[in-house]
């Protein structure tokens, strides 16, 4: 079974920063690409960011700048850094990775979300 273990989050104050921690743990064959999304108050969920195993990193709308990730392949763990937050960062971020599984199938996996409120 496959698990994804995010750690982070919390209150931030406005022009601070956050840093988010996830880990893919159970029994796999692979971890691909990994990521983070978010959800906002009454938006979609979106992308923040995600990266491969090239590394090549992708941006969501407007995140680049803001945001980076970094990647230790081997621990199959992901880390966002977030900077200079304002209101509009308050959400749910989630953890994604792409996991290939002992037969073979790659599935999108999904942490359970941690919180990041933005508030003076």
């Known amino acids: 079974q496959v698990q994804l273990v995010e750690s982070g989050g919390g209150l931030v104050q406005p022009g601070g920063s956050l840093r988010l921690s996830c880990v893919v743990s159970g029994n796999f064959l692979a971890v691909y690409t990994m990521g983070w999304y978010r959800q906002v108050p009454g938006k979609e969920r979106e992308l923040v960011v995600r990266?491969?195993?090239?590394?090549?990193?992708t941006y969501g709308d407007h995140m680049e700048g803001r945001f980076t990730i970094s990647r230790d392949t081997a621990k199959n763990a992901v880390e966002l850094q977030g900077n200079n937050l304002d209101y509009d960062d308050t959400g749910v971020y989630y953890c994604?990775?792409?996991?290939?599984?002992?037969?073979?199938?790659?599935?999108?996996?999904w942490g359970q979300g941690t919180r990041v409120s933005v508030s003076s």
């Open positions: 994604n990775a792409n996991v290939e599984d002992f037969d073979e199938v790659v599935g999108a996996y």
């Open positions: 990266i491969n195993r090239d590394p090549v990193i």
